[in-house]
């Protein structure tokens, strides 16, 4: 490893993951999931409802709220308008997640350069990035139990500090909890205990059970009272959110326990190192450390199959996953590094060559597709396209030199060079090019009008707009109008239904239509395109 790398490796973390996500974020649309938990911190400080959680004025209890909190108070601080300052603290959370790989690595392998592998591959996974953007509360709920679990293995290293780390193990889990409730202590936590159970036999640990009772103690108490607060305060509201968010486990969404056969595909970059870092009868006389190896291997594949066993199935729910798979993906890399130069045999040189010369060829070819996806842009973006381009193809060509030449700790650096680069160059060129959305907020801004939802409002329209977007068409199908003799309203067109009971008590004028889908690239939701009308009273 690089000697800064070697001798600053948290410091290094946090700069890379501060310098990849800062600049280019906001290219990235706000998502319906962001949209929602944006909007409940924009009503904690706005209207107040810190404890008592909402969104769009109604209750909010699926999530738990310390992560709205940490998204609400950097708004305070750097703007509730700016999608960077909102999304600040999921991106610190990578390189916390980045941070305590490294730790927990380097507690259980006792080798700085081989932790600081495990930790990069798993800042640069894909989906340890996208959840960010598509789920931004999960990072928190995750990172938290990382954090959780290894305090609880210094504990079980340790016979100093007992109590300190007992208290660090509780306070972090229940944050965790505190986050997004029990799915990180099931998908995260229960694959690690009985992981490092079957390994490590937990032997020593019979002295330290008063200290691993007292940090669950503290977890509950964490993790729970936000829970009896609203259980107390708002119970019927809290009842039948808590049931319909139970019977959405084996009810919505679900998928057959097969579902998530390709979960090391969720890395991106890693994922044909990732699967043959699963190959124990391959793998276990390569590696450096074969219980360390046994106990990754084994945490990662008992999380996906508790995960498997529950029948509500999301891609993102394997983002707790990547975070043993990073420690275990860890461990071929390591052996490359150690041995690529003596490597004889085509077949174990085939994947190497074909995974990284094919990140490789992708660099080089990174500026025709920039190219394309700039069209007449490109004139008022020159320079940045210039320097994006000219930072990939150095990336490319040296990728594929050193794999040539078999270096394979420069073909690992620059892989996730590549990555880092990808973020921190190309998406500041794409940032004035995906196009604004409209926000209906200026259009209603003239005009001092109440707005009201007709039918359903995504979510991401009413955190454009920036306020409550009161229903005027009830769920069971009915009107409620308001009092104002004028007023707004948002759908996705008016159906000869609307129209008719409307104007038998409003004048109608069309007044615009938005679209708030990005203008490059396919995906394309209707969701997310609607009209505003301006009603008046006959």
Not at 213 to 232: K, P, Q, S, T
Not at 274 to 300: D, E, G, H, M
Not at 377 to 389: C, E, N, Q, R, T
Not at 454 to 474: A, C, R, T
């Amino acid at each position: 490893m690089p000697k800064i790398l070697y001798d600053r490796p948290i410091a290094i973390m946090v700069i890379v993951v501060l310098a990849m996500l800062l600049f280019g974020n906001e290219t990235i649309p706000v998502s319906i999931m962001e949209a929602r938990n944006f909007i409940t911190a924009r009503e904690m400080v706005d209207d107040g409802n810190w404890l008592l959680t909402t969104m769009n004025g109604e209750a909010r209890y699926e999530k738990p709220p310390l992560p709205t909190w940490l998204t609400a108070l950097s708004g305070l601080l750097f703007g509730m308008k700016s999608i960077t300052a909102l999304r600040l603290p999921a991106i610190i959370f990578i390189a916390i997640i980045g941070i305590y790989i490294f730790l927990l690595s380097k507690k259980l392998l006792g080798n700085t350069a081989h932790s600081i592998c495990n930790a990069l591959i798993g800042i640069s996974s894909f989906y340890v990035i996208g959840i960010v953007f598509e789920a931004p509360w999960d990072i928190f709920a995750h990172g938290f139990m990382l954090m959780g679990i290894y305090y609880l293995t210094v504990l079980y290293y340790t016979d100093t500090n007992r109590l300190r780390f007992g208290l660090l193990a509780g306070l972090f889990m229940g944050c965790s909890f505190l986050s997004k409730g029990p799915i990180p202590m099931y998908a995260l936590f229960l694959p690690f205990l009985i992981s490092f159970g079957i390994i490590y036999r937990f032997k020593g640990f019979k002295r330290k059970w008063p200290i691993l009772i007292l940090a669950f103690v503290v977890a509950i108490m964490i993790g729970g009272w936000w829970f009896v607060y609203v259980r107390i305060m708002d119970p019927e509201t809290f009842v039948s959110i808590a049931e319909r968010e139970t019977n959405n486990w084996h009810s919505y969404n679900t998928k057959p326990i097969y579902y998530y056969w390709s979960f090391f595909a969720q890395s991106g970059i890693w994922t044909i190192p990732a699967f043959i870092a699963l190959l124990y009868p391959y793998l276990k006389k390569r590696v450096s450390n074969l219980k360390a190896y046994q106990f990754s291997l084994l945490w990662t594949v008992l999380a996906v199959l508790l995960l498997s066993l529950v029948p509500e199935k999301k891609s993102r729910y394997l983002m707790p996953v990547l975070i043993p798979m990073a420690i275990n993906t860890g461990f071929y890399i390591e052996y490359l590094i150690r041995s690529f130069k003596e490597l004889k045999e085509k077949k174990t040189l085939l994947p190497v060559h074909f995974n990284f010369g094919l990140i490789g060829i992708v660099a080089l070819g990174a500026p025709v597709a920039l190219f394309f996806l700039l069209g007449e842009s490109l004139k008022k973006h020159w320079i940045g396209f210039a320097f994006s381009s000219l930072i990939m193809i150095l990336i490319g060509v040296a990728i594929i030199l050193f794999l040539k030449q078999k270096n394979f700790r420069n073909v690992f650096l620059l892989t996730v060079a590549f990555f880092v680069s990808t973020f921190m160059f190309v998406l500041p060129v794409l940032k004035n090019s995906v196009g604004k959305p409209i926000s209906p907020l200026t259009i209603t801004n003239h005009e001092n009008l109440t707005v009201y939802g007709m039918d359903y409002v995504s979510p991401e329209i009413i955190w454009y707009y920036g306020d409550i977007i009161k229903p005027l068409k009830m769920a069971d199908g009915s009107y409620s109008f308001p009092n104002e003799k004028q007023f707004g309203i948002i759908g996705s067109g008016l159906n000869e239904k609307d129209r008719h009971a409307l104007q038998k008590r409003y004048h109608i004028e069309e007044k615009a239509s938005f679209d708030l889908n990005p203008t490059i690239g396919s995906r394309h939701n209707d969701r997310l395109i609607g009209e505003f009308y301006i009603l008046t009273e006959l």
